[in-house]
Every structure is written in structure tokens, then in C-alpha cells.
């Protein structure tokens, strides 16, 4: 694993993720410094790295010289122990340090081939901590407005605030979770705005793509599911070990059935998540390097293709505005309804087997 553990803050609270690459570049894209690599920009922009990069110079004598910062690398070996360093030591990958080097990937092995643990703050961490402090400043403020006695109406920014609060609290923890709305809805809360404020920062120029990031959010389906299987009362799982009014000859074909919807929901709240906001970052990208693809081609292919890829672009970039709040809303109500179905009262049920 290219990454081990990273910190996930919600609402005060520490979580722990696992943070890998999106994707892998394709042993078929090849770096050639006088072409554009669509390939490798697009890749480039949407898997996750230990450096955060800005933008690249060309140099009169062809080399290139690239704007970024290079993030820490933790990393733990049971034979070399812990080692702290600068990602720029690498020297993108033309050395080694630390007894470590980097692939053509710019994944770092040890050079004896041990085993060790990756602790590194990554592009991905650095934006999930972005938007913790974030959350946490939203959060407070509003509450110190609200425990000020001398706010008697909320205004600006709390009355903004308030909105959405009392829209996931009415609309989403209430239908779902009737009297236990309460109970739930700080976390419903904290995953709705941890998702929506970390979509809305994918969309700035340069930005780390955290929904993106299939490791998050199977972080974010499993703290869901771990809160639905707690939750859960004994006739939730009668139900499924024993669904009434069912006959006991289709008792085989039932319970394997149950059990596995049980285990597809955090699935399909991760698979949802990631798949729809990478898609509308490969969109984005795909239409940006058409304009240099056919640029290379002749320039004013170029201008003549930019002249789509711009229009669409900007489309698809005020689409995904919506569909970042939207996703932050699927994930919600999904993670709800789930909780919901597991915590309800049991009910009388009339059960006839035949």
C-alpha cells in the first residue's frame, strides 16, 4: 500500500483512513518531453501525491522546471526504524535517501525490499485537514453566535448556515429516523459537510480530488456501516436470518440474499461517491487537453477545438457545483435511510410459513 493511515477529523472527532491512489498510471503512457502526455496530466491531477503541484516553466534549454511543494514523508521500518524527510529529497526519483527510491510510478520502496509503514502527509491529507479546520470554524461560530445573549435572530452567515442545518435535521434525519433524528444527526451533519466542503475545494485549480479517493470513501461507507451494525436491534437481523411470511424452502435462497444486501449498502454508498465525482474531473480534464492534443496537430486546430472544450468545460464545471452539494446529500440520506432501517422499533408482524 502507497499509503497507510491519515487523519480524518469530523466534528472534533478522530477518524482514520487509509489513503491510496485513485488510480495507477498505465505501464502504456510513456513521459516524452516534447509532446503533450494527456495521459499523464489527467492522471497527474487525480491520484493523490507526496508533493502539491502548481505549475511547470520550460526552460530555454528544453529542461523543465516545476512550481511545488514537497510534502513530509513518515515512513516505519521494523529494520531502519522511523524516518522523516522532505519528498523533494528524491530529486524526483533520480536518487535514493534514506535507504528508500522511487518506481517509474514514484511509489517509494525500500532499496533492501522490506516491508514498511507509510505515515506521509500526502496532497489528500493536507486538504482533508484544510477542510477540517474548516468545518471546525463553521461549526464554532455558528455556535458561539447561538450561545451569545445578545443574538436574538441569526443573520448572514448563521442565518446561511441554519438553512442547511434545519434541512438535513427536517428533510433527511427526521423522515428517516423519526424520534432518533436527535441521536444521529450530529454525525449526519458532520459527513454532509465534510463531503460538500471537500467538493467544493476539488473544484479549485490545483486542488486534491479527497471524494475522488476510493480510500476515503470507503473510510466514510465503513463509518456508516459501523454505526448501522450498533445500532441495529435484534429483529433487524431476525428478519434477515429469518424474513417472515417467507416459506421455509426458500429460506436457502433468502438469507444469503439478506445477508448480502446488508453487506452492498456501504458499498454503494462508496462506489456512488467516488465514481460520480471522478467522473466529473475526467470530464473536465478530457475537454481541457483536447485543445493541446490538437494544438500539437496544427494551432489553429487548436483554437478552433478550444473554442468547444471551453464551452463544455465551463458546463460541466457549474454542473459539478451542483453535483457536489447533491452527492453530499445522496451520501446523507443514504447513510440515514440505512441507520433508520437497522435502529426502528421492531414491529407485529403476522408471520404464516408454509
Not at 174 to 185: D, H, Q
Not at 232 to 249: E, L, R, T
Request: glycine fraction near 6%; charge should be neutral; charged fraction near 15%.
Amino acid at each position: 500500500m502507497r499509503y497507510f493511515l491519515s487523519v480524518l477529523v469530523i466534528c472534533s472527532v478522530v477518524q482514520l483512513s487509509f489513503a491510496k491512489d485513485a488510480a495507477v498510471i498505465s505501464d502504456s503512457v510513456k513521459v516524452n518531453t516534447k509532446t503533450f502526455d494527456a495521459g499523464q496530466m489527467i492522471v497527474e491531477h487525480i491520484t493523490d501525491r507526496h508533493y502539491w503541484h502548481l505549475f511547470s516553466i520550460d526552460r530555454a534549454d528544453g529542461t523543465e522546471w516545476r512550481a511545488e511543494v514537497n510534502l513530509p514523508v513518515i515512513l516505519y521500518s521494523p529494520t531502519h526504524g522511523f524516518s522523516c524527510f522532505s519528498f523533494g529529497r528524491f530529486k524526483d526519483g533520480e536518487v535514493a535517501y534514506g535507504g528508500y527510491h522511487l518506481d517509474e510510478h514514484k511509489h517509494i520502496i525500500a532499496d533492501d525490499g522490506s516491508k514498511f509503514y507509510d505515515f506521509s502527509i500526502s496532497k489528500v491529507v493536507v486538504q482533508i485537514l484544510i477542510s477540517v479546520i474548516l468545518m471546525l470554524w463553521i461549526f464554532s461560530s455558528v455556535a458561539k453566535r447561538y450561545a451569545s445573549p445578545t443574538v436574538k435572530a441569526p443573520k448572514g452567515f448563521q442565518s446561511a448556515m441554519e438553512v442547511v442545518i434545519l434541512f438535513i435535521r427536517d428533510e433527511v434525519a427526521k423522515p428517516m429516523l423519526g424520534n432518533k433524528a436527535n441521536k444521529y444527526l450530529p454525525y449526519l451533519l458532520s459527513v454532509f459537510f465534510f463531503i460538500w466542503i471537500n467538493n467544493m475545494l476539488g473544484l479549485l485549480p490545483g486542488s486534491a480530488n479527497v471524494t475522488g479517493n476510493i480510500a476515503i470513501t470507503t473510510t466514510l461507507a465503513l463509518m456508516t456501516f459501523i454505526i448501522l451494525l450498533f445500532s441495529s436491534k435484534s429483529h433487524y437481523w431476525k428478519h434477515i436470518i429469518a424474513p417472515p411470511g417467507v416459506p421455509y424452502a426458500l429460506y436457502p435462497i433468502m438469507i444469503p440474499v439478506e445477508i448480502l444486501s446488508v453487506l452492498t449498502k456501504p458499498f454503494a454508498l462508496l462506489i456512488r461517491l467516488f465514481a460520480n465525482m471522478t467522473a466529473g474531473h475526467l470530464i473536465v480534464l478530457s475537454f481541457i487537453t483536447m485543445i493541446f492534443i490538437f494544438a500539437q496537430k496544427s494551432l489553429t486546430a487548436g483554437i478552433g477545438v478550444s473554442i468547444f472544450s471551453v464551452a463544455f468545460s465551463v458546463f460541466i464545471y457549474f454542473l459539478e457545483i451542483l453535483v457536489a452539494a447533491l452527492q453530499a446529500y445522496i451520501f446523507t440520506i443514504l447513510s440515514a435511510l440505512f441507520i433508520g432501517q437497522a435502529a426502528e422499533e421492531p414491529e407485529h408482524h403476522i408471520e404464516h410459513h408454509k
